[in-house]
């Protein structure tokens, strides 16, 4: 298989490249459980509201994904089989790749950032842009500024800002 053709089992490549000791799987619909949990780790709200909210938020977010994008890549990132992280990239939009979601247990130290570099690496080798959205006040910006990302300016107030990676 030509895994370049392939985003998906080039992202995977990727991945095991760069973090040795981890492995990547298509998400599974028995992963609802590990997706609730790992909502709940990253929310800033974590410790404000219930886990029932926070539960509720996670479908809602997960719902909305699989509405908005519903052919988007969808990996899971294990260390000993043990799930540790989630990326949806979407590479079916004409001419870039959305990074849709990312986001890693707090206590799974850098395999974010493996990630997000086994993105850009298929983005790369596919020659496409990297798009994506990001809450204006995320201390990722900086990680996704020395990753290449540009700030675009919206036309509008909005909490979120759109970056951009070019090839």
């Known amino acids: 298989m030509n895994v370049i053709g392939d985003p998906g089992a080039a992202f ?31 929310s800033p709200l974590r410790d404000l509201l219930p886990p029932a909210l926070l539960a509720q938020q996670a479908a809602t977010a997960d719902a909305h994904f699989r509405n908005v994008f519903p052919d988007a890549m969808r990996r899971i990132v294990t260390d000993k089989q ?9 590479w079916t939009q004409a001419g870039h790749s959305i990074g849709v979601d990312i986001a890693v247990l707090p206590e799974a130290g850098g395999i974010g950032l493996a990630m997000l570099r086994a993105w850009l690496a298929t983005a790369d080798a596919l020659a496409r842009p990297c798009r994506l959205n990001v ?17 675009i300016e919206a036309e509008f107030d909005n909490p979120l800002m759109e970056m951009i990676r070019p090839v």
């Open 12 to 42: 995977d490549a990727a991945l095991r490249m760069r973090a040795p000791g981890h492995d990547v799987r298509p998400e599974a619909p028995d992963d609802h459980a590990f997706l609730a949990d790992l909502f709940a780790a990253v």
């Open 82 to 90: 043990t799930p540790v992280g989630r990326i949806v990239v979407d």
């Open 135 to 151: 809450v204006r006040t995320n201390p990722a910006r900086a990680i996704y500024a020395r990753l290449g990302f540009q700030e």
